[in-house]
Structures are given as structure tokens and as C-alpha cells.
């Protein structure tokens, strides 16, 4: 997300000093290697870079992102709900023993998966 206010506005919501606050943490975060963030997580980046912003006001621009498709949202098992900067599109193996969270993509899974709907005359928009 290199410039916030021209990714907020191509997204159609107005550049407000939380969201781009909201949008700086992603941004920073998406380049590590754990890049899935709990509302939480990103309240407490928040407040170590001394930012006035509630965490109430995390849940709704998270909340605003996801709808604009900006960021995605997951709920791996038994945990409490993630977020993650919406790049390109890849899929997870979560270890159910220690929760960590492995992305990969596989051209020949997705391809597989395609041939097995049309096969079942399905057309696959969304998997989990």
C-alpha cells in the first residue's frame, strides 16, 4: 500500500487520519512474515507509535476495509478473527496443534479444483 490516501480513494472511502494510522500498521506488517493481525494486534502498533485511535475504531475501519476489498478477514480454527492485506491470491494450511499459519500457492491445486467443479457443473467464485 504505498501511497494510503490514492488506495483509500480507489477503494471509495475518504482519506481520514485513522484509516491512513490503520492503513501505515498494515502496510508495515504485510511485509512480515506472519502477516495475519488480530484488530488487537494492530490497536497495540497503534498505540506504541503514540496514535489517539480507540479500538472500537479499528473494529470499524477493519470493518470498512474488508468491504471496499482492501483487506481480508479469516477465522482460523478456534481463533479469534484475523486480517490480512488483500495482494494476490494464495491459500493457508493452519496447524491445528500450534495455530501457525502457512501460505502457499499452487497453480495445479486451483486448476484441479476447477476441473472438479466443472466436472459437478459448478463455476468456483470462493473456497475455504
Known amino acids: 500500500m504505498p501511497n494510503q490516501n490514492e488506495e483509500l480513494k480507489k477503494a471509495g472511502l475518504k482519506a481520514t487520519l ?16 506472519e502477516a495475519h493481525f488480530s484488530a488487537e494486534d ?3 502498533e497503534l498505540i506504541l507509535k503514540n496514535e489517539d485511535i480507540g479500538l472500537a475504531t479499528v473494529y470499524r475501519v477493519l470493518t470498512q476495509f474488508e468491504a471496499a476489498g482492501m483487506v481480508k478477514k479469516h477465522h482460523f480454527e478456534d481463533s479469534h478473527a ?8 494464495h491459500e493457508h494450511m493452519v496447524c491445528v496443534d500450534t495455530g501457525k499459519v502457512l501460505e502457499f500457492q ?3 491445486l486451483m486448476s ?13 467464485v470462493d473456497h475455504n
Open 42 to 44: 494492530i490497536y497495540r
Open 82 to 89: 484475523v486480517y490480512e492485506v488483500i495482494e494476490e491470491h
Open 112 to 124: 484441479r479444483l476447477s476441473e472438479i467443479a466443472k466436472k459437478a457443473g459448478y463455476q468456483i
Open 18 to 33: 485513522p484509516r491512513i494510522k490503520i492503513m501505515e500498521v498494515l502496510a508495515s506488517t504485510a511485509l512480515q512474515e
Open 106 to 108: 499452487d497453480d495445479i
